[in-house]
């Protein structure tokens, strides 16, 4: 384990390693006819253009704030100025992150397209590729970022006296990482939701065409947005959750002293776990293959099963051959630290399981939205909000039950260690997760490009699968931001020397109700951003439909055959052909472009600067209650909106399976997931960075607003006067006096009564510690 340890960076070279060659491997395959290649390349150049456009104005950003947090950490005790070198290192590779999964992304689209003119196993094949080196690239850059800067870090300040320094200086790469994050989450989810709706409230509804039709000028813009939106912005999104998760277990891992590892075992742990993850899901890669006739979904379940079982193996030998069987500060040494992973695995897996029922094709609770589908959008909207918010039960009791496990088996380290265990193959579900765009993508192109229906059929194969693993992926990152959030949360405390939260205290009560109130402000500026942006699209749609003969009597055309061109004249056909390359799809590329990048900055700003506002005019407790409030409140938020807005889309999808196009009841679900697409995709995931994003600019900023000794010592007479109980703080630290009675401050959390305070006190170590 040691060589592992010692090797570390190595782990995040093999995943790119990986990555190089599976690109290389996926630009190899075909790309089609002439009219495949061209519509490929308007895609590809809409999102390149998007992202050219979103990483200038977050190049600005990320310059004002590394030269805030340089000054901020050199004038500060406990930090140093090179935290923004570790910023700028994190921001970097979260852009990079969602670079590499946009450019394979939209390579493997049209290639995908083509091979499933051959079959279906072929199909997936390459689309899984292009998944798998979004995947590896995110988890190969994470271990490789934060292995390289620890190692740096301790080499530039060695000493064991120096760790909570290093550590506070490395937490910089988890803020650059969740900034960008954050921003590619918010502009992708209103680039890709403005498009979307346009397409298919003009389009589906108003027109009467059918999705990803090529006279639809939104439709451009509809696939360059899965791109933006679902791979990009997801890339960035998991990137920023698997490294928060790595430092936060770090930070608390550091109070841990093992006899190995120069006493960090439990602060290397995590970074070994994700390692070794890279291996896990480079395995798991090789066992998704399918035959034509087969099954994608049980081919993905395989691979992505198949490594989470074999990471289970793996972690219980490097947990125990990292942590001591006995070890201070947990309670139950090596086995309480892996059956906390367990409990993290177990609750993210039936996190998912649960959010795969609320929304799946054919279950209960979609099915009666399909049912009050045929009494208009108003019902199918109640019914949706229904389901959305029934779905918050089960999944926060597990993610109760998961935190109350893992605390019980190792504390607060447990905790952390879960969301770490639950991430640890986040290689491979991101590679399932993104190879649900490309297919959609693939199945776009195929319209598009007016390929024979078996193409088309076999695209929709994969994208139904992609929808339901996309549903198990989003449960578990909701569960895992929840847990690194708490993390995070619980790194802060111990930084800011923080004891405990009383909600009895003004200050502090008032943070949880600000924090309350975060997500829904942020959901408000982001869903009403869509709504803006998707106004434009409209009036831009209706304009080419009305203004542009070619479009407007092709239109006519379409209509008079409800969209069955096969039964077409010579001369009808002729008209249509002839609309061919009239759409003006830059310009509906352009309105998308310029929205999303205008309106991400204020919800981005809005995530940074509470916090920081907060903590420096309220104090360390109040900031606890901003981020005890923005967590409670963002979890049930991300839950309610992600399975709202999914049940909705299924629900329309159930409809058009049933060969009920252009019913009333299929327009009313239409309106229902254009209500639930913002649900789903924009404000729903923007939460879990913003959960996560709160709480790492809470760590950074710890050190400058700690709690000083008079103030943790004034706490803790309060609590003695209040309870006749002392908290028990960390280490021995402080020693408080009451009535006379020595009373030693050793753990946060641990309550004993004054006479075994003074047992304590009359031990030789607490007369030291008075002296």
């Not at 680039?191 to 979307?196: F, I, N, R, V």
């Not at 109130?517 to 749609?541: K, W």
């Not at 990048?597 to 900031?623: D, S, T, W, Y």
């Amino acid at each position: 384990m040691e060589l592992i340890v010692s090797y570390l960076p190595l782990f995040g070279v093999i995943a790119l390693a990986f990555v190089f060659i599976k690109n290389a491997w996926v630009s190899k395959q075909e790309v089609g006819d002439e009219k495949m290649a061209k519509i490929a390349k308007h895609i590809a150049d809409g999102a390149m253009s998007f992202l050219k456009a979103e990483y200038k104005i977050l190049a600005i950003f990320v310059v004002a704030v590394a030269i805030l947090l340089y000054f901020k950490g050199t004038y500060e005790a406990g930090s140093n100025g090179m935290v923004a070198f570790s910023f700028v290192v994190g921001a970097i590779c979260s852009a990079l992150a969602g670079f590499i999964g946009m450019k394979v992304a939209t390579k493997a689209n049209v290639r995908t397209t083509q091979a499933a003119r051959t079959s279906l196993g072929k199909a997936l094949e390459v689309a899984f590729a292009g998944g798998a080196v979004m995947g590896l690239g995110v988890v190969g850059l994470g271990v490789l970022g934060l292995s390289s800067l620890f190692m740096i870090y301790q080499v530039m300040w060695p000493g064991e006296e120096n760790i909570p320094m290093v550590l506070n200086v490395l937490s910089g790469f988890s803020l650059g990482a969740s900034s960008i994050a954050l921003f590619a989450r918010v502009g992708g989810g209103i680039y890709t939701k403005a498009a979307d709706v346009g397409a298919d409230l003009v389009g589906k509804v108003e027109a009467g065409i059918p999705e990803d039709h090529p006279l639809n000028p939104a439709t451009i813009a509809d696939n360059v947005g899965d791109n933006v939106g679902d791979v990009a912005g997801m890339g960035a999104d998991l990137f920023e959750s698997y490294v928060g998760s790595i430092i936060g277990t770090m930070v608390l891992g550091a109070l841990i002293v093992t006899d190995g590892y120069n006493g960090l075992g439990a602060v290397y742990l995590p970074l070994t776990l994700a390692a070794v993850g890279i291996i896990m899901s480079i395995i798991g890669t090789l066992f998704v293959k399918v035959k034509e006739g087969g099954s994608p979904h049980k081919a993905l379940n395989l691979g992505e099963f198949g490594s989470g079982f074999l990471m289970i193996v793996a972690s219980y030998f490097i947990i125990t051959a990292m942590i001591p069987e006995e070890v201070e500060g947990l309670p139950f040494g090596s086995m309480g630290v892996f059956f906390a992973t367990l409990a993290g695995l177990i609750s993210g897996f039936f996190v998912g399981k649960v959010t795969e029922y609320y929304t799946g094709t054919g279950s209960k609770p979609v099915l009666s939205i399909v049912k009050q589908s045929e009494t208009g959008s108003a019902t199918n909207i109640i019914a949706g909000l229904g389901v959305g918010m029934m779905s918050t039960a089960i999944p926060i009791l597990l993610i109760a039950a998961a935190i109350i496990i893992s605390h019980y088996f190792a504390g607060l380290y447990g905790i952390a260690i879960a969301a770490v265990g639950m991430l640890a193959n986040t290689g491979i579900q991101l590679a399932v997760d993104a190879y649900g765009p490309i297919s959609d993508n693939a199945g776009g192109i195929a319209e598009m490009s007016e390929l024979p229906k078996e193409v088309r059929e076999r695209t929709d194969k994969l994208d139904a699968v992609g929808n339901t693993t996309a549903a198990i992926g989003k449960g578990f990152a909701i569960a895992s931001a929840a847990l690194t959030a708490l993390a995070l949360f619980a790194a802060f405390m111990k930084t800011a020397n923080v004891v405990s939260i009383d909600v009895s205290q003004p200050k502090i009560m008032a943070g949880l109700l600000v924090g309350g109130m975060l997500p829904f402000v942020f959901s408000a500026l982001s869903m009403n951003a869509v709504g803006r942006a998707a106004m434009a699209m409209i009036e831009e749609v209706r304009r080419q439909f009305r203004d542009i003969p070619q479009l407007h009597a092709a239109l006519e055309v379409m209509r008079k055959y409800n969209s069955d061109m096969s039964k077409a004249t010579v001369e009808d056909r002729k008209i249509f052909d002839a609309a061919d390359g009239y759409a003006e799809y830059e310009k509906c590329v352009e309105i998308s472009t310029n929205a999303s990048i205008k309106e991400m900055v204020l919800p981005g700003l809005l995530a940074l600067a509470v916090p920081v506002l907060v903590g420096f005019v309220g104090g360390a407790n109040m900031l606890g209650g901003l981020l005890a409030g923005v967590t409670t409140s963002g979890v049930l938020m991300a839950i309610f909106q992600s399975n709202a807005g999914g049940a909705w889309d299924n629900a329309k999808k159930m409809i058009e399976e049933q060969g009920r196009k252009g019913t009333e009841a299929h327009k009313a679900a239409v309106v229902g997931d254009t209500v639930g697409d913002p649900f789903k995709d924009t404000s729903g995931p923007s939460l879990n960075i913003l959960l996560k994003l709160m709480s790492v600019v809470a760590l950074v900023i710890a050190p400058s607003i700690a709690l000083d000794v008079d103030e943790v010592t004034a706490h803790n007479m309060d609590a003695i006067n209040k309870t006749e109980l002392v908290v028990v703080a960390e280490s021995a630290e402080a020693l408080v006096l009451a009535d006379e009675k020595a009373v030693t401050v050793e753990a946060a959390g641990t309550f004993v009564d004054k006479e075994a305070a003074t047992e304590i006190s009359k031990k030789e170590k607490a007369a030291d510690l008075k002296e």
